[in-house]
């Protein structure tokens, strides 16, 4: 079974950070892209970052840019996407999702890597900002 197993996420003050985690199981890892995408309440999911295992690419959302990082840790197929100067609007449930990197590495610039079909998804983790 495919398992994406996200954790990290809580109550964070404005300006304060966080750092989530993805766990991925049961793919190789390193043939996969892994996107973190977050979903706001009453609000259509947005796609914040990409890493592409097997080139290294990472593609951010403009409204994080200078704000998160995405990094790897291939050893232990997880994903962590650090959260810094955070804002009450990126108040939201925080997902990842992988999906097969070559997709990722040929249409996934211009921001296309937001509108692809990532195949599994993880349950979720609560990331709440207050101001």
């Known amino acids: 079974d495919v398992r994406l197993v996200e954790s990290g996420g809580g109550l964070a003050q404005a300006g304060g950070s966080l750092t989530l985690s993805c766990v991925v199981s049961g793919i190789t890892f390193y043939d996969y892209a892994v996107g973190w995408f977050r979903q706001a309440p009453g609000k259509e999911r947005e796609g914040v970052s990409c890493?592409?295992?097997?080139?290294?690419?990472?593609y951010y959302a403009d409204f994080v840019k200078g704000r998160f990082t995405i990094s790897t840790n291939n050893a232990e197929s997880t994903v962590y996407l650090h959260l810094n100067n955070l804002k009450p609007e990126d108040t939201a449930v925080y997902y990842c999702?992988?999906?097969?990197?070559?997709?990722?590495?040929?249409?996934?610039?211009?921001?296309?890597?937001?509108?692809?079909?990532?195949?599994?998804w993880g349950q979720g983790t609560q990331v709440t900002v207050a101001s």
């Open positions: 999702a992988a999906t097969w990197g070559r997709t990722v590495e040929e249409n996934g610039g211009g921001g296309g890597w937001t509108s692809l079909y990532w195949d599994y």
């Open positions: 890493f592409v295992n097997e080139d290294a690419t990472i």
